[in-house]
Structure formats: C-alpha cells, structure tokens
C-alpha cells in the first residue's frame, strides 16, 4: 500500500514529524527526516492495529510504499509576521494535500476514530486517582490535569481557527469539562467539513477542515501515549 508523506521539520520539540497524509493520526516522529521515517513503518502496523480492534482495518500495513510528498520546515514569527530566531508563534505545516476537502466517506472515518481516540483516552482517566491527577515528573511541562486541559484547549483552538467555536471565555477550567465539551463541538462541527472548500489564514498561519482533522487527532493519540508514559 502506497503512503503519501509529509515531513515537517524543526517543530515545537526540536524533531521531525513523519505525517501520512492520507491517514489522519498515522505519524512518526524521529531527531531528524531520516529517523522520522524509518520509524514510520512500526507507526502505519500500530495506526492499522489500532483500527482493526475495532472494525475490519481500512489500512493495510503488510507491505508499506513510502512516497515523501512535501517538506515543511517550521519557523517563528514575531507580532509583526517577520520570520525571526525566537518569536511569540511557530508557523507549522500547510500541506498541499491540506488544501483538499473532505469527502462524506473521510468524514465519517475521522469521527469514528476520534470516537476511539476520545474513549481511548477517557479509559485512561478513568483509572487516576486524586494523587495521579497532580503527579508531575521532573522535566514535563504539566501534572496529568494540565495535559488533560491542554487537549481541551488544544481541539477548541482547532475549530477556532475555521472561525466554527464557541467563545474562549465559555471554555471551562475543569479539566474534564473542557475536555467532554470541546470534543463533542469537534465532533458537531465534523459533517459540516463534507466538501467544504475553506482555507483560513490566522496568525500567520493556514487552516482548512482537512487540517483540523490531521491535527486533532494526531494531538488527542499523542497525548493519550504521553499521559500513559508519564504514569509509567
């Protein structure tokens, strides 16, 4: 099976971002495009295994084909939208593949696996205890409540930049409202994506529906891995 590739470089965390494009939450990450894409293989066999749990599998890892379509290195830039060293914004990817809109069949497939994506998650919550909420290692950004907002926020900032989200200001603060909340509008908001031709510029950056969706579900799995590594 042939899978489209876009590499994006230099992100938040200094590495690089395997995407397939087609594949919404298939990714692989690595110190640099060459690592990215050597562990992409392991990821499509997960990605393919994590959908076949659930229903026959739309993705077929037994020989994998790997094309790099696009290469996308992330930059800062200042209030101003000059490219500086350390600025207040990091530009990330637009694939061109980005710009496509979504088809009914794509929609459906990207709410049922943000469905698996957010149950997935919730069974993860399900099992903290009080202590378990505030536990922060040294050296992460958050405790497990601050990881459980920031996908909250994270997926409400998604629909936002298609101009489709509540007010900020009725974003709530507990971690698990934000979270039930946020997810069920992006889960709303999906069929309206069908056919949707739109691309938005905010913040020096493009959106459409088809990046919405890469991101938000590359985002709720990533960060579900990470909150179970911490508690590991």
């Known amino acids: 099976m042939l899978f489209k590739i876009g590499i994006e470089n230099n992100n938040e965390d200094d590495r690089s971002i395997a995407w397939a494009l087609e594949h919404p939450g298939c ?26 749990g659930r229903e026959p599998s739309w993705v077929d890892a037994s020989a994998v084909e790997i094309r790099v379509e696009e290469t996308f290195t992330d930059f800062d ?4 939208y000059n ?15 980005d710009w496509k809109p979504l088809a009914a069949p794509e929609i459906e497939r990207a709410r049922k696996m943000l469905a698996w994506a957010f149950d997935d998650l919730v069974k993860v919550l399900e099992t903290l205890t009080t202590e378990k909420w505030t536990y922060q290692p040294e050296g992460e950004r958050w405790d ?29 603060k507990d971690p698990l409202d934000r979270l039930g909340k946020v997810h069920a509008l992006l889960y709303r908001v999906l069929p309206t994506f069908e056919g949707l031709d739109k691309v938005v510029g905010a913040e020096g950056e493009f959106w459409s529906p088809r990046k919405v969706v890469r991101r938000a579900l590359w985002h709720i799995r990533d960060h579900t891995g990470h909150i179970q590594k911490v508690l590991a």
Request: net charge negative; hydrophobic share 45%; no cysteine.
């Open 83 to 97: 490219r500086v060293e350390d600025g207040s914004y990091t530009v990330e990817p637009f694939f061109l593949y």
């Open 27 to 52: 990714y692989a990450y690595g110190v640099d495009e060459a690592q990215a894409l050597a562990n992409l293989p392991a990821a499509i066999r997960d990605y393919a295994a994590w959908i076949g």
């Open 144 to 172: 497990i409540a601050g990881i459980v907002k920031h996908i909250g926020g994270a997926e409400w900032w998604y629909v936002d930049r298609l101009g489709l989200a509540f007010p900020r200001a009725e974003v709530p």
């Open 77 to 80: 830039i200042d209030g101003d």
